[in-house]
């Protein structure tokens, strides 16, 4: 294998056995183990695995279910699913592939054929970043776009909307940045650009969303988190902002930034939620860009 670290595989099945058997077998991965479903969810963000094998049969969840939820998640859906199922169950596997399923492989399972099927998913997961990276993420910033973005919206809305999750969203600007580019020049504007996108992707937690909406505006989803507690995140890269030492061909640069912010339980359920969020959170942005700039702005005046 030519990957520079170790790729992350989550093994998900209540037989002890069993787990331990594919533990040992997939030396070439990091390994992270669940024995159902709930503590699959509970683990998946830390793991970050690129492949899962899953056992159909949980004693929580059927395993079907899992890889459907999983599916319309956007945090999740570029997961390749491989199900472990027993002889008896392998015809109801091609419903399993209709919800996010990528093969199969039948107990009692052969070490040679389990390795290369995970090869397989392991390769089609690289490629399908790839792919995505070439054409979701800024050259720039190397953060997501606003390709990505539409994209995002539609699923995320969709399962907004089903488990009534709270997330917030904020719309982050680079103060008097015209005034960068036509002082210092437009490649020192794209030093700061790239510098203030590395200071919102480290404050990120991994399932946080940070993207280039365009110039020198940004914007961050927090799924799962109120305003109030997604504004601590803003202050703490207002702090590394105010406190950087950014320089320029000898020249010493110093930016801020205004931000707007918005959550979920502010709006009426539409059919297209983030639209709301993006379109109140960037009216608090105009606000505190009217009112002197370098402020986050949480509320309507």
Not at 148 to 153: K, M, R, S
Not at 197 to 210: H, K, N, P
Not at 233 to 252: A, C, F, H, M, N
Request: with cysteine.
């Amino acid at each position: 294998m030519d990957y520079q670290e170790k790729p992350s595989v989550m093994v998900v099945d209540d037989e002890a056995s069993n787990v331990f058997l594919l533990k040992n077998i997939l030396t070439d991965y990091t390994v992270t183990c669940a024995f159902s479903a709930k503590e699959m969810f509970e683990n998946i963000d830390a793991a970050a695995p690129k492949v899962i094998i899953l056992d159909v049969m949980l004693p929580d969840q059927n395993g079907f279910d899992i890889a459907k939820k999983l599916s319309s998640d956007k945090r999740y859906s570029s997961i390749h699913i491989i199900f472990l199922t027993a002889k008896t169950e392998s015809t109801d596997v091609v419903s399993g592939f209709k919800h996010g399923g990528y093969d199969y492989i039948k107990k009692p399972f052969d070490e040679i054929e389990l390795l290369a099927r995970v090869e397989a998913a392991m390769k089609r997961a690289f490629e399908r970043e790839k792919l995505e990276s070439e054409v979701f993420i800024d050259p720039l910033t190397e953060l997501y776009n606003r390709r990505y973005l539409t994209d995002y919206i539609r699923s995320e809305s969709s399962r907004a909307l089903r488990s009534k999750e709270n997330f917030a969203v904020a719309m982050l600007d680079i103060d008097h940045f015209k005034s960068i580019n036509d002082n210092l020049g437009h490649p020192c504007g794209d030093h700061i650009l790239r510098e203030f996108a590395r200071i919102i992707a480290g404050e990120l937690r991994e399932y946080d969303v940070a993207i280039r909406y365009g110039g020198e505006e940004f914007l961050v989803v927090f799924p799962g988190e109120s305003k109030i507690n997604a504004v601590s995140v803003l202050e703490r890269i207002q702090d590394k902002v105010l406190s950087g030492s950014y320089i320029w061909e000898d020249t010493p640069v110093s930016f801020s930034f205004t931000a707007g912010i918005a959550d979920f339980m502010e709006i009426d359920h539409t059919s297209m939620p983030f639209e709301d969020l993006i379109n109140k959170a960037d009216h608090r942005l105009y606000h505190g860009k009217h009112d002197g700039r370098n402020c986050i702005v949480i509320n309507d005046d």
